[in-house]
């Protein structure tokens, strides 16, 4: 069992920075992708940004390229989501997922959540 936990939310006015954190408990945190997503009430989960086990390799959400940008260090079991540039549509709970199967942008393909935190950018 993995247990996936998010940090760094909050308050932000337009325009500003938060850079959230993603701390996963695998004994082997490298054989896991890990995707950030994000959701409003009403509203399906909507994929953010991946990065590929090894670091190696990222996507992300057109909504966010440019702006974001995800980072890993498995040395600390973590990954970072840069938020920068941020609009009052970014607001939303953002969640962590680990995923030991296909390197993949749909929810679905993540095994493992997190609780979420809550970004919330005022205009």
């Known amino acids: 069992q993995v247990q996936v936990v998010e940090s760094g939310g909050g308050l932000v006015q337009a325009g500003g920075s938060l850079r959230l954190s993603c701390v996963a408990s695998?004994?082997?945190?490298?054989?896991?992708?890990i995707g950030w997503f994000r959701q409003t009430p009403g509203k399906e989960r909507d994929f953010v940004a991946t990065?590929?086990?090894?670091?190696?390799?990222?996507n992300y959400a057109d909504s966010v390229r440019g702006r974001f940008t995800i980072s890993r260090d498995n040395a600390k079991n973590t990954v970072y989501l840069q938020m920068n540039s941020l609009k009052p549509e970014d607001t939303a709970v953002y969640y962590c997922?680990?995923?030991?199967?296909?390197?993949?942008?749909?929810?679905?393909?993540?095994?493992?959540w997190g609780q979420g935190t809550q970004v919330t950018v005022s205009s």
């Open positions: 990065i590929f086990r090894t670091g190696s390799i990222t």
């Open positions: 695998a004994r082997t945190f490298s054989n896991y992708h």
């Open positions: 997922a680990a995923s030991d199967r296909i390197f993949s942008r749909t929810p679905q393909n993540y095994n493992y």
